[in-house]
């Protein structure tokens, strides 16, 4: 495999555009969707390759649940599904799966093979599958807020690594890269604590098309730009 340069040890994804692929085959939008987890498999196949074992994708958003009732039923049913379907192999590729985000509005059916999949998989480090799921930045950080106030924590001392150490995102290194597919320029809500420092990625690739080369792409792209952390570039 070709020198990557320097790799993003946790990437991000903001996997848009599942509606608009759909609409321009003439099809419903939960298509799309089902399109967009044969990409997951697809891109976390490259990641892998490539060799980036992190991956965190956004899939339900807290605003999402003003979508359509069958579509957030068909996007719920596709979760189970999923989860059901890939645990085994994942487990068997030593992938630790997480799911962030709010649980209570999850159906206790989803809870519940979460919470399996979570528990089966705790002791792998190969890689790493975090799901967004009913997840909002700023939700996050109000939940870490009052997780560390009910346990007692002196709140006017509150510093920043025990902030994120209270975060669904405990013990995960930040996102080094974030990619957003189908060109919206935003992070709409996605790791705001986490993604501090992390480079942007733009695509116009709609989520369902996005495959190996993209991900390649990606990755140069990255590879290309000089992190500064807000500080000064190293001179040589
Ligand atoms: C954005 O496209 C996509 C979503 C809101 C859902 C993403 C979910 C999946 C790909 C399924 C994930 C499944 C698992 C198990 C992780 P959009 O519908 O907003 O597209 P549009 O902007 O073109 O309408």
Same mark, same amino acid.
């Given at each position: ?6 790799? @993003? ?6 996997? &848009? ?16 969707? #089902? ?22 994708? !956004? ?7 003003? #979508? @359509?009732? !069958? +579509? ?7 979760? +189970? ?6 645990? &085994? ?50 939700? +996050? ?12 924590? &002196?709140?006017?001392?509150? &510093? ?14 930040? @996102? ?22 992390? +480079? ?7 989520? @369902? ?28």
């Amino acid at each position: 495999m070709a020198d990557l340069g320097a790799l @993003p040890a946790h990437i991000g994804i903001i996997m &848009d555009g599942n509606g608009r692929w759909a609409r321009q085959r003439g099809q419903r939008r939960t298509a799309g969707h #089902r399109a967009g987890i044969r990409a997951i498999r697809r891109v976390m196949e490259a990641a892998d390759e490539a060799g980036v074992h992190n991956l965190t994708l !956004y899939a339900f958003s807290t605003e999402n649940w003003s #979508r @359509p009732r !069958y +579509e957030v039923a068909t996007l719920m049913r596709l979760f +189970e599904q999923t989860l059901q379907e890939e645990v &085994d192999e994942l487990h068997q590729n030593g992938v630790r799966i997480r799911v962030i985000g709010r649980r209570e509005q999850l159906s206790a059916r989803l809870r519940r093979l979460v919470q399996e999949a979570e528990e089966r998989t705790a002791g792998n480090t190969t890689g790493a599958l975090t799901v967004a799921i009913n997840y909002g930045g700023r939700a +996050e950080i109000v939940d870490a807020v009052r997780a560390l106030a009910r346990a007692g924590a &002196d709140l006017t001392q509150l &510093d920043e690594p025990t902030l994120a150490g209270a975060l669904y995102t405990a013990g995960l290194p930040d @996102p080094d890269l974030i990619i957003r597919t189908a060109g919206e320029l935003r992070t709409s809500n996605f790791l705001l604590w986490q993604s501090a420092y992390a +480079e942007l990625y733009v695509t116009q690739t709609l989520w @369902p098309d996005f495959g190996a080369a993209d991900l390649l792409a990606a990755l140069a792209d990255y590879a290309a730009r000089q992190r500064r952390f807000g500080g000064v570039p190293e001179l040589d």
